[in-house]
């Protein structure tokens, strides 16, 4: 069985800070491992993904993640935060041979101008 | 910009009543899923079709879901009867079904069952 967990439902950062969402997974063999990132009132939108090569992975809106296998986790970062950044973010895992993805609970993050 | 594309935006409905949600995947993708939402549960799947032919509805409740794809371009999903319960955010999100593929979801339909 795959899952994850995104261990924060909220996330509050002041414009300009850094901002980190944490996720971690679990799959069976090699993870594909993807964050989406949710407006009020709209579909989820694809940010990254991660297949396979660099650990770093850059991605829309100046979003990047870096994927640690020996933690098994795949944090989403922005150096800068934005207050148009607030949004619903959910990070996803499913393995090789899935067709299945199956998503965090989400986390909340509020940008402060 | 292809986008997949979903009405009604926003259904009120009373219970009993049959509901029927649309979806139009991005053309060339093979794959359509359906997912709801809610507060409570997250995001769930409900049911996944390829190349039209469904996957795996094992997410919805049999008695009164059901799901199809008429032909490429149109998935609906249907509730009959309605319950509260069924209250959500549904979503259709589509793909190409080959490799390591992102879905692309569709901007929701909100259901309100009174």
């Known amino acids: 069985a795959q899952s994850v967990a995104q261990p924060e439902d909220q996330v509050n950062v002041a414009e300009g800070n850094p901002l980190t969402v944490k996720c971690t997974y679990s799959?069976?063999?090699?993870?594909?491992l993807f964050w989406y990132v949710q407006y009020p009132n709209r579909g989820l939108q694809f940010l990254l993904k991660?297949?396979?090569?660099?650990?770093l992975v850059k991605g829309s809106y100046g979003f990047e993640a870096e994927f640690n296998k020996s933690q098994t986790s795949f944090h989403l970062k922005k150096p800068s935060a934005l207050v148009s950044d607030s949004a619903l973010y959910f990070c996803a895992v499913k393995g090789s041979n899935d067709y299945k993805l199956s998503f965090g609970a989400g986390t909340t993050v509020t940008v402060r101008a | 910009d292809a986008r997949v594309t979903q009405t009604p935006r926003h259904k009120v409905t009373e219970m009993g009543q049959e509901v029927t949600m649309r979806c139009q995947p991005i053309l060339g993708h093979n794959t359509v899923f359906w997912y709801r939402q809610t507060m409570m549960q997250g995001l769930e799947l409900l049911a996944y079709?390829?190349?039209?032919?469904?996957?795996?509805d094992s997410g919805m409740p049999k008695d009164r879901f059901s799901a199809e794809m008429p032909d490429a371009t149109l998935a609906t999903l249907k509730i009959q009867p309605s319950e509260p319960r069924d209250s959500a955010v549904y979503f259709c999100a589509s793909g190409t079904g080959t490799g390591v593929y992102e879905q692309y979801f569709g901007p929701g339909t909100r259901l309100t069952v009174t």
């Open positions: 991660y297949i396979t090569g660099d650990n």
């Open positions: 799959v069976s063999g090699n993870p594909y």
């Open positions: 079709f390829r190349n039209r032919a469904p996957l795996d």
